[in-house]
């Protein structure tokens, strides 16, 4: 499996467990899964880069382990425990250096794990209700936290007693009311110390540690529905949202208005990430595609149908491949998986909607009989 998993440039995590990566130049996906059997405590919420050549994925899966999975040879080589299934999913999964990583879970516990040592090195708190924490790419050693009614916090894990920033809360409204605050993901803004959130009350929030002001420099609302994840494109100057309702939004953090929206979704985005030098945005979540979309044109490119759910995905820095090959719906390239047998069971049940139609015609020719024996009773009178 080690040449077919150098192949892929997208690597995403299902909620059945399995790791799956798409090669977009040979139109081709695949399935890796280290075990028979598949249950739900294996469920991929997190996924990282485990060093910066990008040779090793780390997963954190729903049991609370953290499984190293090796790109050149295309197979799992290790697994960790790093928290329990009692405090809640992972919400952030970061390689601190070569031999350390970084991991949150929904309970707030962040902690920092040396290799040769079974128990963390370091450990805080940063609140309850925690939705995602984001590594600093530029400082490793900072990481950003947020959650429901839990605002931004920036971290320094060399000094991990207090947050080195505490975002205060948005001003009352109109009404003097207290606005409730509920952040979903965020990002560090390159060439600052700026960083962007996204709420689940559809807004976009930049906030500025360097400055003495502690609530947002900059706020934009998007839509009508709770934002779930964001990413940054290139330039930094750009920000690409998507929701709860499958729509995607490009936002200017510079003049703090919208450019553009993507289309093509037809459910809500769970993890979205631009590619670091190609002009693309690639996005996941509860209809079981990935798409990747161009930021220029703002068409969708391709278009992989894989079977599960999709928690979170991971572009590969490399080229992701050439626009060739044939076309499907909506003009984008179609992309085949290989065959897995655990995921026929779930292609094999029947939907429910289909479930429902069926009895609604059962009912309706039901009634038209009824109907039909009443009219020759009444003829027959």
Known sequence: ?????????????????????????RKQAFNFCNTSHLSRDQEVRALCW???????????????TVKTFSI?????????????????????LAALSSSALVTCVECGTL?????????????LNAGKNVCRMRQNPAHPHKVATGGKENGLKIWDLQKPEE??????????????????????????????????TCTGYHQVHVFDPSSPQRRPVLEVAYGEHPL??????????????????GQIALLDLRKGVVRGVLKGLSGGVRALQCHPSQPVVASCGLDR???????????VEHKVYLKSRLNCLLLSSKDLGD?????????APEVKEEDDGDDEVWENMERVEETAQKRKTAEEGGEETLKKKKSKKKKKV
């Not at 050149?72 to 919400?91: I, V």
Request: net charge negative.
């Open 228 to 245: 779930t994840a964001l990413s940054l494109t290139a330039g930094g100057d750009t920000v690409v949202v998507g929701n709860t309702h």
């Open 50 to 64: 485990g060093d910066p050549a990008e040779s090793e994925l780390l997963l954190g899966s729903v049991d609370g």
């Open 72 to 92: 050149e040879k295309g197979a799992f080589t290790e697994s960790r425990r790093c928290g329990e299934p009692a405090e809640g999913c992972f919400t952030g």
């Open 323 to 331: 626009k060739c090959g044939e076309t499907g719906e909506g003009g």
């Open 163 to 196: 947050p080195v920033f505490n975002a205060k809360n948005l001003r009352d409204d109109w009404l003097d009311l207290r606005r409730p605050h509920w952040v979903r993901d965020m990002a560090f803004i390159p060439d600052s110390d700026k960083v962007v």
């Open 111 to 123: 902690r920092v794990w040396a290799e040769d040592r079974s128990e963390p090195v370091t450990e």
């Open 289 to 299: 595609f990935l798409r990747i979309h161009s930021l220029e044109e703002r068409n």
């Open 1 to 25: 499996m080690g040449d077919t998993s150098r192949l892929c440039s997208v690597w995403l995590g299902s909620e059945t467990g399995i790791l799956k990566g798409v090669s977009l130049s």
